[in-house]
């Protein structure tokens, strides 16, 4: 039984597999919330599978890019419930389960752009199979402007960029867990891809007052 699981938008995304087919999934958007919302979420789709943690045989967890705070809520999970059921752990690109997602519809190639904040967007950009070209990095939206497809979260805060906005806006984990399943996304070791240095920084020695 797959445990996936992807916290690295705003949305806190859960679902078991069982080889076969998604048998549970959660989803709760919220931007603020995720070190709240993944445990309760977690319980949720073993209680409606009718297992225990113990059941589980792997855990595939979204490894972004996406914020520090929000990404490191689904990572540090996953490795830690993998390490305590001695089972693996697969990390898949976060942009990778959005354009499996959206390549089953449309036909063309496309990109994915998530909210990166400071007015920038992780993007990545695929074939019409959804095969990923280029990518992941981060972008201000204008350097990136595109009349090609685009979906996540990125085509609905930047339209001028992205006039061509499609759904999904977030990633699902029952998505990935089934990507993951038929082999449709590479699996990665699971750590994060920031791309950039988180916000928060050390602070530095203090300076002696003469």
């Known amino acids: 039984m ?12 859960v679902a078991l597999h069982n080889g076969e087919r998604v048998v549970a999934e959660s989803t709760v958007v919220d931007a ?5 919302l993944l445990a309760p979420g977690i319980a949720a789709v073993l209680d409606e599978a009718g297992i225990v943690r113990q059941d589980l045989t792997a855990v595939a967890v979204g490894v972004g890019p996406g914020p520090f705070t929000g990404l490191r809520v689904g990572l540090v999970t996953a490795r830690t419930l993998a390490a305590v059921l001695d089972i693996p752990v697969y990390g898949v690109c976060t942009l990778d389960v959005l354009a499996a997602e959206a390549a089953d519809r449309l036909g063309e190639p496309f ?9 920038e967007v992780y993007w990545a950009s695929y074939s019409a199979l959804g095969a990923r070209l280029d990518g992941p990095q981060v972008s201000r939206p204008a350097d990136i402007a595109s009349e090609l497809p685009v979906v996540g979260r990125g085509a609905v805060l930047y339209p001028g960029a992205f006039p ?17 399943a038929e082999e449709r996304v590479e699996p990665l070791d699971a750590e994060p891809l920031y791309l950039r240095r988180p916000d928060a920084v050390e602070p530095g020695r203090r300076k002696q007052v003469s």
């Open 164 to 180: 061509h906005g499609l759904p999904p806006e977030h990633p699902s984990a029952a998505v990935l867990a089934q990507a993951l």
């Open 111 to 119: 990109l994915v752009a998530t909210d990166a904040r400071r007015k």
């Open 32 to 36: 603020r919330r995720h070190g709240e």
């Open 2 to 13: 797959l445990l996936a699981l992807d916290t690295a938008t705003p949305a806190v995304t």
